[in-house]
């Protein structure tokens, strides 16, 4: 949780804690299968078979969230994982590569965890490195592990930082020219389900999301002009408004969703209106952003909902973002 201008109340942030213990109660629900997609130990997919035993059924790539911190890995998600199984979905549970206090900054020659309470967010350019790696990789992975799963019908979904990581990884034929990670043509996707997702950066900067991990991610100092007026920092005259920050604007031309537009690939967003982790702004920043471009987001905002009820299984917005998946996989 963080602040953010208009700061939650007592009330919400009690919501919030609830919310957020009624998600991370669930134990981990153990792969039927895990696979490695490069050599790190963080470079690895956990498979879930559908439950049902159904064969030719469409693979759901999902990515975690957890700000790309350390602490967070995919386990968190593993409950939801089971839960899609359980809906007839054939899962892969990514991991990757995440930022902790045993690096150094995104930036040359500062200290592990300088500037910030907690461990860095991200690894760059590691995090991106891998989840381009495990979608390349996937198709042939989810082949020889999940022979029941059909690599034609993938959706990527992902949370709050997965979310972010999602719609990337859609959007990676219309990265920069000379981007290591951009692909020739749009990858095969059926399309993405972003959940509660770090979609548009300016708005997550302007509104302090997470503790300042997308300054993080994309190299900057904590206190700096990233962590101030979003329009100043990614839009407009950024060269002069950064100063010192200019690698964080380059950057964000590779790592930025809301600005990696259109895709052509079909995209739905689920939001909880009560979200205080990363409020609904940030996505309607992001489906403005994609209208600008002419392309359409579907976005669903869920009444009484918060951050995590929707990796939840006990709760009515996991049944949502299945639904959501299934439109977009059958």
């Known amino acids: 949780m963080t602040d953010f201008p208009g700061s939650p109340d007592s009330a919400a942030r009690e919501r ?16 039927d299968r895990t696979a490695a997609y490069g050599d790190h130990p963080d470079q690895v997919v956990d498979f879930y078979a559908p439950r049902d035993g159904r064969t030719g059924a469409p693979l759901v790539v999902l990515l975690h969230g957890g700000a790309w911190r350390s602490p967070y890995d995919r386990a968190h998600v593993s409950p939801l994982a089971d839960f899609l199984a359980r809906r007839g979905f054939a899962v892969a549970n990514v ?3 995440r930022g902790g206090d045993d690096i150094p900054r995104q930036r040359d020659g500062a200290e592990p965890g300088a500037g910030s309470a907690g461990p860095v967010a991200g690894r760059w350019p590691e995090t991106f490195d891998d989840v381009a790696a ?16 059909d ?9 709050s930082a997965g979310g972010h990581l999602a719609l990337w990884a859609a959007a990676r034929h219309v990265l920069p020219e000379g981007s290591p ?15 509660a997702p ?4 300016a708005t997550a900067v302007g509104l302090g999301v997470c503790g300042g991990a997308v300054t993080q991610l994309l190299g900057g100092e904590a206190g700096s002009v990233l962590d101030g007026d979003a329009g100043a920092v990614l839009g407009g005259d950024a060269g002069s408004a950064l100063g010192g920050e200019a690698v964080a604007v380059e950057r964000a031309a590779h790592a930025d969703p809301g600005v990696l537009l259109p895709t052509g690939i079909a995209t739905a967003i689920v939001h909880g209106v009560e979200d205080i982790v990363v409020p609904p702004a940030v996505s309607e920043a992001y489906v403005d952003a994609a209208a600008r471009s ?25 049944a949502v973002v299945a639904e959501e998946l299934a439109q977009l996989a059958w």
């Open 198 to 201: 770090i979609a548009d950066f």
């Open 95 to 97: 991991e990757y590569r």
């Open 294 to 318: 002419g392309e359409t987001v579907g976005l669903t905002l869920l009444g009484g909902v918060g951050h995590f009820p929707l990796i939840d299984p006990s709760a009515d917005a996991c």
């Open 16 to 31: 919030d804690a609830a919310e957020s213990a009624s998600a991370f109660a669930h134990p981990a629900v153990a792969p």
């Open 181 to 195: 990670w951009r692909l020739p043509a749009p990858p095969s996707l059926r399309g993405v389900v972003a959940l």
């Open 151 to 159: 690599v034609r019908r993938i959706v990527v979904s992902g949370h």
């Open 134 to 149: 495990a979608l390349d990789a996937m198709p042939a992975l989810a082949s020889r592990e999940l022979p029941g799963a």
